[in-house]
């Protein structure tokens, strides 16, 4: 079956969940409904979503990480966190927020093609480092959308206004937990990705390593969750603090890899 067809299936199971999911929390059952039967069968699109991730990434025996390629496969991870973590965390809500993002991600690669081939994809330091690379996207992703929903529950309980969507998300406290958490992991992998390009950059780049845009975004950015991470466990830095200090890393390190891509990609063409 060409990927095109199986692109627009999963993005119709995709859509089909994301309104069973919102209608579902509007009512106050997300959560429910994550762990019901219905919950597993966000499985299938995810499925078809990581073999078409895996055929265009793969494509050519090379290794396409192309702009589009990053953004789809950074929201495929990022939902397949949120279904694993609804075992353990009512996080149904929150995976109902990100079934329409996952929906428009599965048909970019399709939409706008695009070849950014990568050297060296057969080392294993390669393979760690961007490994490494997208998880830490992933779980950072994850991460933003935390603090804004934070920031946005925070904001309507003061002015008692606030909708029922989020009505029925998790508990701050819940929320505020997960995501230092997933800071505190996305931190220690952002770690070994900058590590991994200084060490090995002959390696996994083929050249010595250069100090660039990217680069100084990416360290500015570990130093923006370092010291978020150093605040909270010494001084308590939660609620607004904590959300400013994630959004303003996070802006960062899309400065640092999305940035450059679309600069690359979209603005020279290369």
């Known amino acids: 079956m060409p990927n095109v067809i199986l692109?627009?299936?999963?993005?119709?199971?995709?859509?089909v969940l994301a309104v069973y999911f919102w209608h579902a929390q509007v009512r106050g059952k997300g959560d429910v409904l994550s762990r019901s039967a219905l919950g597993h069968w966000v499985v299938l699109p995810l499925s078809l979503h990581g073999y078409l991730l895996a055929q265009d990434v793969f494509a050519g025996g090379g290794?396409?990480?192309?702009?589009?390629?990053?953004?789809?496969?950074?929201?495929?991870?990022?939902l397949l966190v949120y279904w694993v973590a609804r075992f353990?965390?009512?996080?149904?809500?929150?995976?109902?927020?990100?079934?329409?993002?996952?929906a428009v991600a599965v048909l970019l690669p399709e939409i706008f093609p695009a070849a950014h081939q990568l050297e060296n994809t057969e080392l294993?330091?390669?393979?760690?480092?961007?490994?490494?690379?997208?998880?830490?996207?992933?779980?950072?992703?994850?991460?933003?959308l935390h603090a804004v929903l934070i920031s946005q529950v925070e904001k309507r309980l003061h002015h008692?206004?606030?909708?029922?969507?989020?009505?029925?998300?998790?508990?701050?406290?819940?929320?505020e937990?997960?995501?230092?958490?997933?800071?505190?992991?996305?931190?220690?992998?952002?770690?070994?990705?900058l590590a991994s390009g200084v060490i090995f950059s002959e390696e996994i780049f083929g050249k010595a390593w250069q100090f660039n845009h990217k680069v100084l975004?990416?360290?500015?950015?570990?130093?923006?969750?370092?010291?978020?991470?150093?605040?909270?466990?010494?001084?308590?830095?939660?609620?607004?603090i904590a959300v400013r200090w994630t959004v303003g890393g996070f802006v960062l390190l899309l400065l640092a890899y999305l940035g450059s891509k679309f600069v690359l990609e979209v603005l020279l063409g290369r």
């Open 88 to 102: 353990f965390y009512p996080v149904g809500g929150l995976q109902a927020l990100v079934l329409p993002l996952a």
């Open 124 to 144: 294993f330091a390669f393979k760690a480092h961007i490994a490494a690379a997208m998880l830490a996207y992933s779980l950072f992703t994850i991460a933003m």
């Open 7 to 15: 692109s627009w299936l999963a993005f119709t199971v995709y859509g």
């Open 217 to 240: 975004f990416g360290f500015i950015s570990w130093g923006v969750f370092a010291v978020l991470l150093w605040g909270h466990r010494f001084h308590g830095w939660r609620g607004r």
């Open 63 to 78: 290794f396409n990480l192309s702009m589009v390629n990053a953004l789809s496969l950074i929201v495929w991870l990022t």
């Open 160 to 175: 008692a206004t606030l909708p029922r969507v989020l009505q029925n998300l998790p508990p701050l406290l819940t929320m």
């Open 177 to 193: 937990t997960l995501l230092f958490r997933m800071i505190g992991i996305g931190f220690v992998l952002l770690s070994l990705t």
